[in-house]
């Protein structure tokens, strides 16, 4: 079971914790629910950049998980989930993003201690309500928030990431979902460290049909829910020693980070290609029924975008040559100006679609070997 609010401890206290599991079936998980053009930072700028809103979970007095090592070190689920958070703005904001953090410092987002929610009472709920409002005002078109796991059971360990079924664009949450979800654990192998995939899963599935706060949609306790495709992401468990452990490796947090950042940029590019997916039109002869379309997922491989201009074409083409002439066969897509979609007017630098998951990650391994450190991974419908 996930908790992203509990008391301070490796192995919370049974009682002491009734509080925090009562307010996780509302969907308390305190965030729980939650450069330039030219570098090798994908640009996803158009005239409408995509705005995200980061939350990271807990902060001030409430600080989530918690493991103490046998030398005194002791890691802090609200300093980690800050720490993510930071770098995965920094590296959407190179990627041209806009990007929104639910919090910057060591604090409560309620900071006066409001009533937010309207139930005569101050406390959780308000407090990720405060989160919920910011990203609502911000206009977000992502909420994503970031949290680690804890369990009573140490022995618990890996990594999922929630989406709320129950909402009218639960479509693009299961998307996002699934793709940061698989970024994620990729990229902890990536930096070495073998987690548990425990899945996409619902908030649902975990709480007996009830939803996390900031997933679910209005309700007694909700009373502005988020307006926008979220998720809530648990890397690891900082309950489970092994787990724990890596997290003392700042390579494994950079690969936390990127599995949020990858993600994202994940969900972005298959939304403009599902865009133009959608645009098409199948005819059938006159008076014979139309057959049920039968579309077969691939994974492609993206090392870099730039800008349509002449400059960025040019760039494009030599980063092409770069990668085939390294053994990886690279062509050139172009993503034509339809609007404010996040990838109109760029053109695509990709190495490779494969029938299998797992062989577009071995080639974007290989891809980010050879220099271009942010190649991701998208799945195509064909």
Known sequence: MARCARPNGTRPNTKASAGWIRALRFGVCLPLVLGSLWTAAPAYAAAQPLH???????GGSEIGASYRFADGVVLEEKTLTLRVAVRVRQLLEQAGFLVTLTRSSDTPVNTAGLDLNGDGRVGLADELQARVDIANRAGSDLFVSICFNGSSD??????????????SFSDRRKRLADLTQMNMVADLAAAGYKTHDRGARTDASLLG???LFLLGPKSSIIARPSQTPAILGESLFL???????????DRIVEAVARGYFDG???????????AAASAS???????????????????TVSAITYPDTPAGQRLAVRAMRSLSAGGLPATLRTVARTG??????YVVVTSGSFATRQSALARRAQVR?????DAYVTAIAN
């Open 52 to 58: 995200i809103t980061l939350d990271a979970g807990h």
């Open 209 to 211: 049909g009830d939803a």
């Open 369 to 373: 070997q050879a220099g271009y450190g």
């Open 239 to 249: 309950t489970n020693p092994a787990d724990a452990t890596a997290l003392r490796d």
């Open 281 to 299: 039109v199948t005819t059938t002869a006159p008076g014979r029924p139309a057959a049920a379309a039968q579309t077969q997922k691939r994974w």
């Open 154 to 167: 140490p022995a618990v360990s890996g990594t999922e990431t929630f989406w709320n079924p129950n909402r």
């Open 264 to 274: 994202v940029r994940a969900y972005t590019r298959s939304a403009a290609s599902g």
């Open 340 to 345: 404010s979609t996040p990838l109109s007017g």
